[in-house]
Nanobody, 120 residues
Framework: VQLQASGGGLVQAGGSLRLSCAAS??????MGWFRQAPGKEREFVAV????????LYADSVKGRFTISRDNAKNTVYLQMNSVKPEDTAVYYC????????????????WGQGTLVTVSS
């Protein structure tokens, strides 16, 4: 199954953006979002279980970002509200079997990134 992230772009601080991650086929895995800012390591953002009943967020985005999924469309979303300049990064979606996890090593299928730039 291939993953393709989209929806990135330029947004002003305080604005909103929705990222999408489309899978080429049905995935029964947990789906997560990670991001990598220039000069920094890739970090966990959010994850959602296959059934959608379990989610986990990084403290830095809790209350501002919402992860959701539509299994009928094989798509996972990341709704980003009240964005800040520090949210500027390349955002990646990835799939992970087993329990939801924020650990990057648990993810074995990665999509290409989509760039989000937040202007101040």
């Amino acid at each position: 199954v291939q993953l393709q992230a989209s929806g990135g772009g330029l947004v002003q601080a305080g604005g909103s953006l929705r990222l999408s991650c489309a899978a080429s086929g049905r995935t029964y895995n947990n789906m997560g979002w990670f991001r990598q800012a220039p000069g920094k390591e890739r970090e966990f953002v959010a994850v959602i279980s296959w059934g959608g009943g379990s989610t986990l967020y990084a403290d830095s985005v809790k209350g501002r970002f919402t992860i959701s999924r539509d299994n009928a469309k094989n798509t996972v979303y990341l709704q980003m509200n009240s964005v800040k300049p520090e949210d500027t990064a390349v955002y990646y979606c990835a799939a992970s079997p087993g329990a939801v996890s924020s650990r990057m090593m648990r993810y074995d299928n990665w999509g290409q990134g989509t760039l989000v730039t937040v202007s101040s």
